[in-house]
């Protein structure tokens, strides 16, 4: 593989039309068409365009899956597009190894802030590429690696960008931190929400998208009226992470790992958890499990409390992305801590 190449990673590349093959090509082979990451900037009947994302994680594929189908459907129809579409397709050589990321490479969605890696550069140059003119709305797709409902993620709270992830999911989450994602970069430019498909590939994932973009490519314009409250809001507060040295496993194994999860991790997912609800054990010998604000302050004990072998939540809340992938749990996290948030006369948008 090419990957030690740092000029392939640092160059944005650029397309006016779909390279030849890419409506039926798979997604390990997307590395055969494309050099490296790639916008590719369709016309369509109206502008400004509608600015799509997939692949950022390369083992998350309903977002391509979904721009496949969408746009082989308007082919097959031999109909334009309503609305120009550019599409990025973000990390094609992980994608092309099944993995979120390549040993060595930095996290595609954690690139979009500035910083060191040569990937930084390219997200420098593809922002002030979309800031060159004005963007109709802009999503990025992924899936988790876990169980969890659909749901659309929003970084401001604008009646635009409410009722943009409200179309995908009537279950959505604010967050402000991880503050390097595209998704907080693209909502400083025009209405912006991140979709999470549940697992990758999934068929409703996949509809879901196609369905979203359809509309958007269609619709006139975008509602800036404050949306029903037909809809559950979430806002992400802190990360649980697990520390490098605890040795982790599935089930009731203290005699075996520092810390165990149940096997049904992934059911708590999106569930209002009561105060002293389990979540796990951890052996005496456990470093333990490190809760963050979005500040960063070590919050552990607000949050949670060890009573025996049990690790127990402290208060009501509701935990998203637990998964029981043990490498995506030592290189992202265990999970985030969310509150429900309501949408008050002050904080209405
Ligand atoms: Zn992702």
């Known amino acids: 593989m090419d990957s030690l190449d740092p000029a392939r990673h640092s160059r944005l590349c650029r397309l006016d039309a779909l390279p030849r093959g890419f409506l039926d090509c798979p997604v390990n082979r997307l590395d055969t068409l494309f050099e490296g990451p790639t916008l590719i900037r369709l016309r369509g009947e109206r502008r400004p365009p509608l600015f799509v994302s997939v692949l950022l994680h390369g083992n998350e594929v309903s977002g391509l899956l979904a721009v496949q189908q969408l746009l082989k459907d308007f082919e097959h129809r031999r109909r334009p597009l309503p609305r ?3 599409l990025f397709v973000g990390n094609i050589e992980a994608a ?9 490479q930095p996290d595609y969605n954690r690139i979009w802030a500035g910083g060191e890696h040569p990937e930084c550069r390219l997200a420098d140059e593809l ?4 800031r060159r003119q004005p963007l109709f709305a802009a999503l990025d797709v992924h899936n988790n690696s876990g169980w969890n409902p659909l749901y659309g993620c929003v970084n401001r709270l604008e009646a635009r960008y409410l009722r943009l992830a409200r179309r995908f999911s009537a279950v959505m989450v604010y967050f402000t931190q991880p503050h390097e994602v595209l998704g907080v970069a693209l909502s400083r430019l025009c209405p912006a929400a991140t979709l999470e498909c549940g697992l990758s590939g999934t068929a409703e994932g996949v ?4 369905h979203l973009i359809t509309e958007l490519l269609a619709a006139p314009a975008l ?13 992400t507060i802190a990360t ?3 520390d490098d040295a605890d040795r982790i496993g599935l089930g009731y194994q203290l005699e075996r790992y520092d810390l165990c999860f149940p096997d049904d991790l992934e059911a708590l997912n999106f569930r209002r958890l009561d105060a002293d609800t389990a979540i796990g054990w951890r052996s005496p010998n456990a470093r333990g499990l490190c809760v963050t ?13 060890y009573q025996g072998e049990f690790i127990l939540t402290r208060r009501p809340c509701v935990l998203s992305m637990l998964t029981r992938n043990i490498s995506v749990i030592y290189q992202d996290c265990l999970c985030y801590i969310m509150e429900p948030y309501p949408l008050h006369r002050d904080n209405a948008p």
Do not use: K, Q
């Open 207 to 210: 509809s879901r998208v196609v």
């Open 293 to 305: 604000d979005n500040d960063g302050r070590n919050v552990t004990t607000h949050y949670l409390r």
């Open 84 to 86: 120009d579409l550019w």
């Open 223 to 235: 509602d800036a009226t404050p949306p029903e409250p037909d809809f559950e809001l979430l806002h």
């Open 240 to 242: 649980v992470r697990v």
């Open 96 to 104: 092309r190894y099944g993995v979120r990321r390549l040993p060595g």
């Open 127 to 130: 922002l002030d590429e979309l």
